[in-house]
């Protein structure tokens, strides 16, 4: 029986393992796969990225410091996108991208955290 090509279907020689005759084809195949589901993602971890970029250009001391809104917003902060919430005891609320978090004060002040 002679295996053909997923994507381009040529006739395959070598190990009968294989699926693709060739590395351009795997990736064109596989491109082709995933293109869609993995837009999203992309798209999703972009904004995650930037977002954590953003709270790592405050200087922090003592692994905190304070900000505006405006400043966050001004970097091209997105307030929709974080990783995960940390809620205390006493129920104050911390937005995380990974190990950095932010506080929302009063008067549009947030304060930057680092978790240790």
Do not use: H
Request: hydrophobic share 25%; with cysteine; proline share 2%.
């Amino acid at each position: 029986m002679q295996k053909t090509c997923l994507e381009c279907g040529e006739k395959i020689t070598g190990r009968v393992d294989k699926k693709f005759c060739s590395d351009y084809c795997r990736n064109a195949y596989n491109n082709k796969i995933n293109k869609d589901s993995k837009n999203l993602i992309r798209n999703i971890n972009n904004r995650l990225r930037k977002n954590y970029r953003i709270l790592d250009s405050f200087p922090l001391k003592e692994n905190k410091t304070k900000t505006t809104k405006n400043r966050l917003l001004d970097k091209g902060f997105d307030f929709d996108y974080f990783t995960n919430i940390y809620t205390t005891k006493k129920g104050t609320v911390y937005y995380f991208l990974y190990d950095l978090g932010y506080l929302p004060l009063d008067n549009d002040f947030y304060m930057i955290v680092k978790r240790e």
